[in-house]
């Protein structure tokens, strides 16, 4: 490996990646994951009920022990960038060449959904910054209401309707509420509303392309360009907007801690709700269990997102000391983070708190921080604005992991070809064009109200799935490429033990992936992971006629296309049919409550 920095080259495929990070750059890179607690910080609570700060911390534990076994297998390529999807792919193509791909594309199209889901909530934010909807007893609604009032009566058929549908209600308390509907609706900006064009994808969702979609869109542009300008400028971009959000977010978490405003009862007599967003204490039966492993379904897809550390290999000035100490401290400020922020929520907030609209959909989630630590309006209004620069965080780590990703794919001859160019900063600027477009169509979906948790159970099946294979990959790496230089290497256990939790994720999976109100979420997410077999076919087999590009297996000690022998014999095949197993057994067992 030469260690001369290659820059300035813009001609297509020749351009390489430069080597201008140090592990702090890198940490700084990956600075935007802590923020992803506040993704689906609502949605957990609601289907999880008391259990939710519990299943943060398993979580987060998983994902930090999981991490050591791919920052062994990072640093046996250094000079791939890309992540563990990469470096774990390698392992599997002894054993399959539509393997490798698949784990590199489910990596993808986990990671690149951050993009459009936190910019609909940036734009949700914005919204509300300048056309907030009415609250019910807001002024202005009860003005309304007072002119209103002779326009509906006790008579009429909407109140009828209302109390059928509102058992026990009176007629009285039937008109109020009408009429404060009414009130809000009337006094709501239109651009709310407003909507181009909604159409139904069929057994997906519904798009909607309103004023959500065309400000998210813009926000990704604005990312877009930060990021065209290399590594270097997005991990100092990164450093200013990690350290203005994450130590107020420190901050927000330890305060209602060391000040005594955590409730005992709202972190004690931990069981499952009845039925998600139930708001009522159920019990240990199958459909609680179920919705508890659906809480650890969906939060994989935030806790374990540090692994992104290692995206950067090909990046790092010194690959072999930086990818561990990348991937190692990345992994402690995430475990700070996932266990105070959801601890100090739910202590303060409690169950019924939670499952305020707001915090489900994130658009309320700066009101619920400023009232963690009691401050005024004008506060509340600047955590707004730290919520948007932290979703800014997330949305440039996304988009500079997963656009690596797909350059790395096309360079090892598994993604199309188009994909292996970088522009005269050294960022891969197609894989970013690639990603723009992908979140835009997301961007449609996630912007329909129940669009957004959608993308996230379907996306979420495709990172379940490539943490199954790169877990496997490291027992797989020791038996096959045992002789290949680690500069850091995990204690046999604890490869063991990762091995176990790839199987625990498949649990996960098979019983999570329906919780989030979409039955089909993981036959869905299983059809767009096979997406990419006719893909790589046609790269692989007609435009590289079945031959792997020079360089692509070069750290692993290969020459030409010699793949190697199967020293791990059928263990590889077994593994991998054990997985599905679990995941459809765990599909059929694990039911929703009644």
């Given at each position: 490996?030469?260690?001369?920095?290659?820059?300035?080259?813009?001609?297509?495929?020749?351009?390489?990646?430069?080597?201008?990070?140090?592990?702090?750059?890198?940490?700084?890179?990956?600075?935007?994951?802590?923020?992803?607690?506040?993704?689906?910080?609502?949605?957990?609570?609601?289907?999880?009920?008391?259990?939710?700060?519990?299943?943060?911390?398993?979580?987060?534990?998983?994902?930090?022990?999981q991490s050591f076994t791919y920052a062994e297998i990072a640093g046996m390529f250094a000079n791939k960038s890309g992540g563990a999807?990469?470096?774990?792919?390698?392992?599997?193509?002894?054993?399959?060449?539509?393997?490798?791909?698949?784990?590199?594309?489910?990596?993808?199209?986990?990671?690149?959904?951050?993009?459009?889901?936190?910019?609909?909530?940036?734009?949700?934010?914005?919204?509300?910054?300048?056309?907030?909807?009415?609250?019910?007893?807001?002024?202005?609604?009860?003005?309304?209401?007072?002119?209103?009032?002779?326009?509906?009566?006790?008579?009429?058929?909407?109140?009828?309707?209302?109390?059928?549908?509102?058992?026990?209600?009176?007629?009285?308390?039937?008109?109020?509420?009408?009429?404060?509907?009414?009130?809000?609706?009337a006094l709501t900006p239109w651009i709310r509303s407003w909507s181009l064009v909604s159409f139904s994808i069929p057994f997906l969702?519904?798009?909607?392309?309103?004023?959500?979609?065309?400000?998210?869109?813009?926000?990704?542009?604005?990312?877009?360009?930060?990021?065209?300008?290399?590594?270097?400028?997005?991990?100092?971009?990164?450093?200013?907007?990690?350290?203005?959000?994450?130590?107020?977010?420190?901050?927000?978490?330890?305060?209602?801690?060391?000040?005594?405003?955590?409730?005992?009862?709202?972190?004690?007599?931990?069981?499952?709700?009845?039925?998600?967003?139930?708001?009522?204490?159920?019990?240990?039966?199958?459909?609680?269990?179920?919705?508890?492993?659906?809480?650890?379904?969906?939060?994989?897809?935030?806790?374990?997102?540090?692994?992104?550390?290692?995206?950067?290999?090909?990046?790092?000035?010194?690959?072999?000391?930086?990818?561990?100490?990348?991937?190692?401290?990345?992994?402690?400020?995430?475990?700070?983070?996932?266990?105070?922020?959801?601890?100090?929520?739910?202590?303060?907030?409690?169950?019924?708190?939670?499952?305020?609209?707001?915090?489900?959909?994130?658009?309320?989630?700066?009101?619920?921080?400023?009232?963690?630590?009691?401050?005024?309006?004008?506060?509340?209004?600047?955590?707004?604005?730290?919520?948007?620069?932290?979703?800014?965080?997330?949305?440039?780590?996304?988009?500079?992991?997963?656009?690596?990703?797909?350059?790395?794919?096309?360079?090892?001859?598994?993604?199309?070809?188009?994909?292996?160019?970088?522009?005269?900063?050294?960022?891969?600027?197609?894989?970013?064009?690639?990603?723009?477009?992908?979140?835009?169509?997301?961007?449609?979906?996630?912007?329909?109200?129940?669009?957004?948790?959608?993308?996230?159970?379907?996306?979420?099946?495709?990172?379940?799935?490539?943490?199954?294979?790169?877990?496997?990959?490291?027992?797989?790496?020791?038996?096959?490429?045992?002789?290949?230089?680690?500069?850091?290497?995990?204690?046999?256990?604890?490869?063991?033990?990762?091995?176990?939790?790839?199987?625990?994720?498949?649990?996960?999976?098979?019983?999570?992936?329906?919780?989030?109100?979409?039955?089909?979420?993981?036959?869905?997410?299983?059809?767009?992971?096979?997406?990419?077999?006719?893909?790589?076919?046609?790269?692989?087999?007609?435009?590289?006629?079945?031959?792997?590009?020079?360089?692509?297996?070069?750290?692993?000690?290969?020459?030409?296309?010699?793949?190697?022998?199967?020293?791990?014999?059928?263990?590889?095949?077994?593994?991998?049919?054990?997985?599905?197993?679990?995941?459809?057994?765990?599909?059929?067992?694990?039911?929703?409550?009644?």
């Amino acid at each position: 490996m030469t260690d001369v920095v290659e820059a300035g080259i813009s001609s297509g495929t020749e351009g390489k990646l430069v080597r201008a990070l140090d592990w702090k750059g890198a940490f700084w890179v990956a600075a935007g994951v802590p923020p992803l607690v506040l993704f689906s910080i609502g949605g957990i609570a609601g289907t999880t009920g008391k259990l939710a700060f519990l299943v943060w911390i398993i979580s987060m534990v998983m994902g930090f022990l999981q991490s050591f076994t791919y920052a062994e297998i990072a640093g046996m390529f250094a000079n791939k960038s890309g992540g563990a999807s990469v470096y774990g792919a390698t392992a599997w193509l002894r054993y399959s060449k539509f393997i490798a791909p698949l784990s590199v594309w489910c990596n993808w199209f986990a990671w690149s959904p951050v993009l459009s889901l936190g910019c609909a909530i940036a734009a949700g934010y914005i919204l509300n910054a300048f056309f907030p909807i009415p609250a019910a007893d807001s002024q202005m609604v009860l003005d309304w209401i007072s002119a209103h009032a002779a326009s509906i009566t006790a008579d009429s058929p909407r109140v009828a309707e209302y109390i059928a549908a509102h058992a026990g209600t009176t007629p009285d308390d039937a008109v109020k509420a009408l009429l404060g509907t009414d009130g809000i609706a009337a006094l709501t900006p239109w651009i709310r509303s407003w909507s181009l064009v909604s159409f139904s994808i069929p057994f997906l969702a519904t798009a909607n392309v309103n004023a959500t979609f065309f400000i998210g869109g813009i926000l990704m542009l604005i990312i877009f360009a930060i990021q065209h300008r290399g590594i270097s400028e997005t991990a100092s971009v990164q450093k200013w907007l990690a350290i203005i959000v994450l130590v107020p977010l420190l901050i927000i978490g330890l305060y209602p801690i060391v000040s005594g405003h955590i409730l005992a009862a709202n972190v004690t007599g931990l069981v499952p709700p009845t039925a998600a967003y139930s708001g009522a204490d159920g019990t240990w039966s199958n459909g609680g269990w179920t919705l508890f492993l659906g809480g650890l379904y969906i939060a994989a897809w935030s806790t374990y997102g540090f692994e992104t550390a290692v995206c950067y290999t090909r990046e790092l000035k010194n690959p072999k000391t930086d990818t561990f100490k990348a991937i190692f401290y990345s992994g402690l400020a995430c475990c700070l983070f996932f266990f105070l922020v959801p601890f100090a929520f739910q202590g303060v907030l409690g169950h019924a708190g939670m499952l305020a609209p707001g915090i489900v959909d994130g658009t309320g989630v700066a009101e619920a921080l400023g009232g963690l630590i009691g401050v005024g309006r004008v506060i509340t209004q600047l955590l707004v604005v730290l919520m948007i620069m932290a979703l800014f965080l997330a949305i440039m780590t996304a988009m500079a992991g997963s656009s690596r990703t797909l350059y790395q794919g096309s360079k090892d001859g598994w993604l199309p070809k188009y994909l292996d160019h970088v522009n005269e900063n050294g960022a891969p600027t197609r894989a970013m064009w690639t990603d723009f477009a992908f979140n835009l169509f997301l961007l449609a979906i996630a912007s329909d109200t129940g669009g957004y948790f959608f993308v996230l159970a379907v996306s979420n099946v495709g990172y379940i799935i490539f943490n199954f294979l790169n877990l496997n990959s490291g027992w797989i790496h020791r038996m096959d490429s045992g002789h290949i230089e680690r500069p850091w290497k995990a204690p046999t256990w604890l490869i063991g033990l990762n091995t176990v939790l790839a199987f625990v994720n498949a649990l996960f999976l098979g019983a999570g992936a329906k919780v989030w109100g979409y039955s089909n979420a993981l036959w869905v997410g299983f059809i767009f992971a096979a997406l990419i077999l006719p893909v790589f076919a046609y790269r692989h087999y007609v435009r590289d006629g079945g031959k792997f590009p020079a360089g692509a297996m070069e750290d692993l000690g290969l020459v030409g296309q010699d793949l190697g022998v199967k020293k791990a014999g059928m263990l590889p095949y077994l593994a991998l049919a054990a997985g599905l197993a679990i995941v459809l057994i765990a599909n059929v067992i694990f039911q929703l409550p009644a």
